[in-house]
């Protein structure tokens, strides 16, 4: 998947940004069955609740 717009507020969009998550970056959901969603992004691994997952859209790739 490609990260294709973070529809969040200023300190959320932030927050995403310095994890890594920006606008048409790749990233693979390694767990995706209740809870927080495990997400690899770059060279890392991050944990992203699902309130702040509703707030990404994506492009499949």
């Known amino acids: 998947m490609r ?3 973070i529809m ?3 300190q959320l ?3 995403l940004t310095e994890l890594g998550l ?3 970056v790749s990233f693979e959901v390694l767990h ?3 809870g927080p969603l495990l997400l690899a992004v770059r060279d890392s691994r991050l944990a ?3 309130g702040m997952a509703s707030k ?3 492009h499949a790739v």
């Open 48 to 50: 992203l609740g699902r």
């Open 3 to 5: 990260l294709a717009k």
């Open 8 to 10: 969040a507020g200023r």
């Open 56 to 58: 990404i859209l994506v």
């Open 22 to 24: 920006t606008p048409g």
């Open 13 to 15: 969009t932030h927050r």
């Open 32 to 34: 995706d069955h209740g």
